[in-house]
């Protein structure tokens, strides 16, 4: 199993900018990684995904503006998220999952094992 840390949510204005981390208690490079994100009322929905060594996956609506990296030394995944949006504001959750049962797209029951999540606010 893997423990997962989210941090670097927070409030921002329309138009500005949040990196999220995630520190796992694991090699990184053994696990797909993702971000998701939930909103109250809403099914979790998959924002961008990490797949060893480098292949990356984004969302339609976050193309362009959100960017998923790992450090490996650190054992960290980042989301840099640039242009925010109202409509961007959610929990934040990082997970993992055995690459192998990691589709296309990819999907929440894909991964296995989640954070704790992380606020994002953007006010217009």
């Known amino acids: 199993q893997v423990h997962l840390v989210e941090s670097g949510g927070g409030s921002v204005q329309a138009g500005g900018s949040l990196t999220l981390s995630c520190t796992t208690s694991?090699?990184?490079?053994?696990?797909?990684m993702g971000w998701f994100r939930q909103t109250p009322g809403k099914e979790r929905e998959v924002v961008s995904t990490?797949?060893?060594?480098?292949?990356?996956f984004r969302v339609a609506s976050v193309r362009g503006r959100f960017t998923i990296t790992q450090d490996r030394d650190q054992n960290t995944l980042y989301l840099q998220m640039n242009k925010l949006q109202p409509e961007d504001s959610a929990m934040y959750y990082c997970?993992?999952?055995?690459?192998?049962?990691?589709?296309?797209?990819?999907?929440?029951?894909?991964?296995?094992?989640w954070g704790q999540g992380t606020q994002v606010y953007v006010s217009g």
């Open positions: 694991q090699d990184i490079t053994k696990y797909c």
């Open positions: 990490f797949t060893p060594p480098s292949t990356t």
């Open positions: 997970a993992a999952g055995d690459c192998d049962s990691v589709g296309y797209p990819p999907r929440q029951s894909d991964f296995t094992d």
